[in-house]
């Protein structure tokens, strides 16, 4: 039996898990637990992910080395702040 909310909240758990500290593997075996469609999982882990690891080339690239040891020192931080800016906007998005 598939539930209906894998598919509609699923796809934007997933997608933020993408960038959450927290193991990905959590949120994977979650979804897989709850019976999320493949299709609309993989979509949202590539994005999510591939979201992730660009933005990380992307500091890199225009910051060079000195924002190699700030990212180090804070990319935990960072990731939650993203996580926290993404769930905002999604819920913004839900209320209006």
Sequence with gaps: MQWRGSLEYGVWV???A???PI????????AGALAMPLLPFTIAS????AGRFYLVA???YWG???IEKVLQKYVERIGWATVILVALGILLYQIW
Excluded: D, M
């Excluded at 193991?23 to 979650?30: A, D, N, R």
């Excluded at 590539?46 to 992910?49: D, I, S």
């Design 14 to 16: 997933v997608f933020i």
């Design 18 to 20: 993408g960038f959450s």
């Design 23 to 30: 193991p990905y593997k959590v949120f994977t075996v979650t």
């Design 46 to 49: 590539f994005f999510g992910r």
């Design 58 to 60: 992307g500091l890199l």
């Design 64 to 66: 060079g080395n000195s």
